[in-house]
T-cell receptor, first 112, second 111 residues
Framework: KAGVTQTPRYLIKTRGQQVTLSCSPI?????VSWYQQTPGQGLQFLFE???????NKGNFPGRFSGRQFSNSRSEMNVSTLELGDSALYLC???????????FGQGTRLTVV | QKEVEQDPGPLSVPEGAIVSLNCTYS??????FMWYRQYSRKGPELLMY????GNKEDGRFTAQVDKSSKYISLFIRDSQPSDSATYLC???????????FGAGTQVVVTP
C-alpha cells in the first residue's frame, strides 16, 4: 500500500514569488491536513480538507491557501513568499480525520 | 498556556534502558491520541494510536492514556541507538483532521 506522497521534496524560491505544493494521500483516505514545521514553532496546523471542502483552518494569513480534488489529492499554495515561510511543509492523510493520520516526507521550502 | 505540553529534552539513555516519554493536555475534548517518531529532515512516522484510557502494547512500545489526569505516556523497552529521534505526541478533539502536537522530545540512545 503506497504511503502519502509529497512533491516536490525540496524547493528554493525568492521572496515575493508564489509556490504550489502537492500531496497525494493514501488510497481511500478522504481527509488531508497540512502542517508547517519550524525549529522555533514546532508543528503548526494550516488547514484540513475533507471531500473537497475545507473543514478546519489554522491561524495563518490568507497568503496560505489550499484545495482538494475529487481524487482526494491536495495542493497548498503560498503567495508573496516571505523569508519566514522557510519551513518543512507536511501533509497527513486519514480516512475521515478522526483516526490514524499518516504523514508524507514533507516539502522543504527555502525562501531567499 | 499551550494545549499540549511536552518536555523537549534532550533525554539521553544507555542502550537497553527503558525510555519514558509523556505529555499533558488541557483540552478535555481530546479523544484520539497518537505518538510519532521523527528522524531529522524526515516526516513523522506513526508509532501508536489509542482512543480510550488504558494501555496499548505493540512490540517494544507501550502507550498509556489517562483521560482523568489528562496525561499520556509512551514507553520504549530495550532501547536501541536506532531509536534516537524526536518523539511527538499528538491529539485530536472535536476538530477532526486537526492534530494538536506537543513540542516533541529529543531522545538519544547511547551505545
Amino acid at each position: 500500500k503506497a504511503g502519502v506522497t509529497q512533491t516536490p521534496r525540496y524547493l528554493i524560491k525568492t521572496r515575493g514569488q508564489q509556490v504550489t505544493l502537492s500531496c497525494s494521500p493514501i488510497s481511500g483516505h478522504r481527509s488531508v491536513s497540512w502542517y508547517q514545521q519550524t525549529p522555533g514553532q514546532g508543528l503548526q496546523f494550516l488547514f484540513e480538507y475533507f471531500s473537497e471542502t475545507q473543514r478546519n483552518k489554522g491561524n495563518f494569513p490568507g497568503r496560505f491557501s489550499g484545495r482538494q480534488f475529487s481524487n482526494s489529492r491536495s495542493e497548498m499554495n503560498v503567495s508573496t513568499l516571505e523569508l519566514g515561510d522557510s519551513a518543512l511543509y507536511l501533509c497527513a492523510s486519514s480516512t475521515q480525520g478522526e483516526g490514524e493520520a499518516f504523514f508524507g516526507q514533507g516539502t522543504r521550502l527555502t525562501v531567499v | 498556556q499551550k494545549e499540549v505540553e511536552q518536555d523537549p529534552g534532550p533525554l539521553s539513555v544507555p542502550e537497553g534502558a527503558i525510555v519514558s516519554l509523556n505529555c499533558t493536555y488541557s483540552n478535555s475534548a481530546f479523544q484520539y491520541f497518537m505518538w510519532y517518531r521523527q528522524y531529522s529532515r524526515k516526516g513523522p512516522e506513526l508509532l501508536m494510536y489509542t482512543y480510550s484510557s488504558g494501555n496499548k502494547e505493540d512490540g517494544r512500545f507501550t502507550a498509556q492514556v489517562d483521560k482523568s489526569s489528562k496525561y499520556i505516556s509512551l514507553f520504549i523497552r530495550d532501547s536501541q541507538p536506532s531509536d534516537s529521534a524526536t518523539y511527538l505526541c499528538a491529539m485530536i478533539g472535536d476538530s477532526w483532521g486537526k492534530l494538536q502536537f506537543g513540542a516533541g522530545t529529543q531522545v538519544v540512545v547511547t551505545p
